[in-house]
């Protein structure tokens, strides 16, 4: 074929793709690129509400295309029907183009004392690390999975990949599959499989690891004085493996680690940026903890937290205290985009990998 026509052929191909809208459209390349900036802002929020029935204003804010997803407690389920209905009430709320992939529904279901749905999994993490078989497991984690879709959620906070020392907090309320982080590795990510299968999402807690603590890590921003190397080839491999094995977001903790930050982690990017994103790879979504967590108190309001969250790394900011304080962070988070002390670069990229995660759901 001669030059002149190669470069008839090209300008034909370029006028086809024009006129389909694909490969020349800046949406199709880019999925943030029409979002307003309360749109963009908004892919970063999980809200809470109370009782069994979202609030007016917040389906209005889903319509808007302000909400990436709602977390779920045990009392906003009445039953199992009513909450299945209640979630494809919210599935069908029409949302602006580019927002139409479903909402993000979340919900702590680890097994043995936090789980808030009734059904699987029916064993602790702590007895699966026990019995060590990776192909029960497995099938924990998916028939976990199967008992979310079948009311609506499609994202499982969990499972709990902490090492749980004796006498921590995380042993001792059985949320830990082991002390050995091999063992953590090995039941981890054959959980993360079974959901995977099941076709939720896994996300890994509590980044770079709580095993240590001994308080509730929602009552105190607690110290886990381990040295840099222990951090690493302990407490962080079996996130690495889960990684490894497809968990899709992982979940950053309230603890502080002196080795990496004086500061807690979920509020520092050396630990979700530098140790989460650079030394592990992860390219998946992060998720902080509770921003309205006791814990946090002394670190800031919540609409100040999500600030520093956000600026740490964390792709999702997660307000479980109520939506009347989420929404007011929100609107902080609006304000801090617009004055410029919130990136509007690293938020859009923080909303496509969001957008790709509500899409793969």
């Not at 580019?98 to 699987?120: H, N, T, W």
């Not at 299968?197 to 980044?207: D, E, S, V, Y």
């Not at 001994?214 to 381990?226: M, S, T």
């Amino acid at each position: 074929m001669g030059k002149g026509a190669r470069t008839a052929c090209l300008a034909a191909g370029a006028a086809i793709a024009l006129a389909a809208g694909t490969a020349t459209s800046p949406a199709a390349a880019d999925p943030t690129a029409a979002l307003s900036v309360r749109q963009l802002v908004g892919q970063r929020v999980i809200y809470s509400y109370s009782g069994t029935s979202p609030p007016a204003a917040l389906r209005a804010r889903i319509a808007r295309g302000e909400a990436a997803g709602v977390i779920l407690f045990a009392s906003n389920i009445s039953s199992r029907a009513g909450l299945a209905a209640t979630m494809r009430s919210l599935q069908s709320i029409p949302r602006p183009p580019g927002l139409r992939a479903p909402l993000l529904v979340m919900i702590d279901q680890e097994g043995g004392l936090v789980k808030r749905l009734s059904g699987p999994p029916g064993r602790s993490p702590a007895l699966l690390g026990r019995i060590g078989n990776a192909g029960l497991t497995r099938a924990e984690g998916r028939a976990t999975a199967l008992n979310l879709r079948r009311v609506g959620v499609n994202v499982d906070l969990a499972p709990v990949v902490d090492v749980g020392r004796p006498g921590s907090f995380q042993q001792r309320f059985l949320r830990s599959y082991s002390s050995n982080p091999a063992r953590v590795s090995a039941m981890g990510s054959a959980f993360v499989a079974g959901l995977r299968q099941g076709r939720t999402a896994a996300t890994l807690k509590h980044f770079p690891g709580i095993g240590l603590v001994r308080r509730n890590e929602d009552e105190v921003a607690q110290r886990i004085p381990l040295s840099l190397p222990t951090l690493r080839a302990v407490d962080e491999a079996p996130f690495a493996a889960g990684i490894g094995a497809g968990a899709q977001l992982v979940m950053t903790s309230t603890a502080i680690y002196p080795a990496l930050s004086p500061r807690p982690a979920l509020l520092s990017a050396s630990v979700t940026t530098g140790e989460l994103r650079g030394r592990l790879g992860f390219r998946g979504v992060t998720i902080t903890d509770d921003l309205t967590t006791r814990g946090l108190g002394p670190f800031g309001p919540p609409q100040r937290l999500g600030l520093a969250a956000a600026r740490a790394g964390n792709d999702l900011l997660l307000y479980a205290g109520g939506y009347a304080t989420a929404a007011g962070a929100y609107e902080s988070l609006v304000r801090d985009a617009r004055a410029g002390r919130l990136s509007l670069d690293a938020t859009r990229t923080s909303v496509r990998r969001v957008l790709a995660l509500r899409a793969s759901l």
